[in-house]
């Protein structure tokens, strides 16, 4: 079964800087992979996600960004951090032909 | 557009009480039913789907097209159960799985 890695798994920093949380999938090849995040009072939003290396689909507008350099890795970036990024972050990933979603542990990231 | 509504934010009861957290959903198509779960400290995983048709934990959600509803119910509410519980949907033509803003169960002993 598939195992997701995220990291860093908390993350303070200021407004204004920069940002990038990594995901990594094990156990599965060509996933499709996901960015959620978690914020208190409004549940789980999808913010990208990615059918393939290069393949990135935004769902909401924001100051984030979302790439995709390798099959199984998947970076969520911010060129510069607003105060409203700060949140529960998951990355999730599903293989090809499965029904099931797989989480990974998450990063929890305060922008001060 | 696809969307899930859980309308309640906390849910409270006494261990051994019915409990029955509610899901609306509105997609045009014919969706995908998820209940997913996130107890205290541990990553979110899934507790069951609609197609499988199964009984996790001793939690059953039937899905009502009628009503669009997957409410998730168990008969006798543990205290292990306490956690989040979030409904997601999935429409048949693609991979994007949408979550409402989930509700936390609280089983009191």
């Known amino acids: 079964s598939q195992t997701i890695h995220q990291w860093p798994a908390t993350l303070v920093q200021p407004v204004g800087s920069p940002l990038s949380l990594e995901c990594t999938v094990e156990?599965?090849?060509?996933?499709?992979l996901y960015w959620y995040r978690q914020a208190a009072g409004r549940g789980l939003q999808l913010l990208f996600y990615?059918?393939?290396?290069?393949?990135i689909s935004s769902e909401v507008p924001q100051n984030l960004s979302a790439s995709r350099p390798q099959d199984r890795q998947f970076i969520l970036s911010s060129k510069k951090l607003l105060l409203s990024d700060s949140g529960f972050y998951l990355c999730a990933c599903k293989q090809g032909s499965g029904n099931t979603i797989y989480f990974g542990e998450g990063s929890w990231l305060t922008v001060v | 557009a696809q969307r899930v509504t859980q309308p309640e934010k906390l849910l409270s009861v006494f261990k051994g009480a019915p409990v029955e957290l509610k899901c609306n959903y509105s997609y045009s198509g014919s969706p995908e039913l998820f209940w997913y779960v996130q107890y205290s400290r541990q990553r979110l995983q899934l507790l069951l789907r609609?197609?499988s048709r199964e009984s996790i934990k001793g939690f059953t959600a039937d899905l009502n097209k009628g009503e669009t509803s997957f409410h998730l119910k168990k008969p006798f509410a543990q205290e292990e159960d306490s956690a989040m519980y979030y409904c997601?949907?999935?429409?048949?033509?693609?991979?994007?799985?949408?979550f409402g803003t989930g509700t936390r169960l609280q089983v009191f002993p």
């Open positions: 156990g599965t090849s060509n996933p499709n």
């Open positions: 609609h197609i």
């Open positions: 990615s059918v393939g290396i290069g393949q």
């Open positions: 997601a949907l999935r429409g048949y033509d693609t991979d994007k799985l949408i």
